[in-house]
T-cell receptor
Framework: NAGVTQTPKFRVLKTGQSMTLLCAQD?????MYWYRQDPGMGLRLIHY???????AKGEVPDGYNVSRLKKQNFLLGLESAAPSQTSVYFC?????????????FGPGTRLTVT | DAKTTQPPSMDCAEGRAANLPCNHS???????VYWYRQIHSQGPQYIIH???NNETNEMASLIITEDRKSSTLILPHATLRDTAVYYC??????????????FGDGTTLTVKP
């Protein structure tokens, strides 16, 4: 199993450009999450999904959109990038159930907006 | 989810045990204690979790006090590769709140030769 993969690994955008980050997981997890991490800080939740076709806002959703058209994929979009969105973006997935489960994280996408 | 408090940084000598504390005095009876770590530039990695009993796996041990208001993550023989930021998270198990976790600033553990 590849686990959680993210594409691309690095990207540089100019202010106002758009892009889509792809997260894919092969563990058949229902829950998926997008976080951002600014230098020296913890992770902050942007959006999440509890299943195919569903999305919900997290702590810092402004400026981002997401889609979950397929269970294994969770896309994060930036319609008009701003320098404040320079960050490292992590995707995670998690199993559902009545027990307590951990989140599995991808390797991250490093985005710079100039 | 209950709030957690961790020291911002700690040092440990290579080969010695690293004991990372976490305070979660407002924890509820159905909330678990999770630990993750993040090695430089990588995605966070799950380490261990527990409800009220002490837990041990191949990576670490988790000691939870009897009143559950604090816990300690123990790396029994720290190596240089254990240098990372360690996050203590408290959350309800199962599907409550969509399984979301709140990551604070964590403790930066530096293992020194």
């Amino acid at each position: 199993n590849a686990g959680v993969t993210q594409t691309p690994k690095f990207r540089v955008l100019k202010t106002g450009q758009s892009m889509t980050l792809l997260c894919a997981q092969d563990m058949n997890h229902e829950y998926m999450y997008w976080y951002r991490q600014d230098p020296g800080m913890g992770l902050r939740l942007i959006h999440y999904s509890v299943g195919e076709g569903t999305t919900a806002k997290g702590e810092v959703p402004d400026g981002y959109n997401v889609s979950r058209l397929k269970k294994q994929n969770f896309l994060l979009g930036l319609e008009s990038a701003a320098p404040s969105q320079t960050s490292v973006y992590f995707c995670a997935s998690r199993q559902t159930g009545t027990k307590s489960y951990e989140q599995y994280f991808g390797p991250g996408t490093r985005l710079t907006v100039t | 989810d209950a709030k957690t408090t961790q020291p911002p940084s700690m040092d440990c000598a290579e080969g010695r045990a690293a004991n990372l504390p976490c305070n979660h005095s407002t924890i509820s009876g159905n909330e678990y204690v999770y630990w993750y770590r993040q090695i430089h530039s990588q995605g966070p990695q799950y380490i261990i979790h527990g409800l009220k009993n002490n837990e041990t796996n191949e990576m670490a041990s988790l000691i939870i006090t009897e009143d559950r208001k604090s816990s300690t993550l123990i790396l029994p023989h720290a190596t240089l590769r254990d240098t990372a930021v360690y996050y203590c998270i408290v959350r309800v198990g199962g599907n409550t709140n969509a399984g979301k976790s709140t990551f604070g600033d964590g403790t930066t553990l530096t293992v020194k030769p």
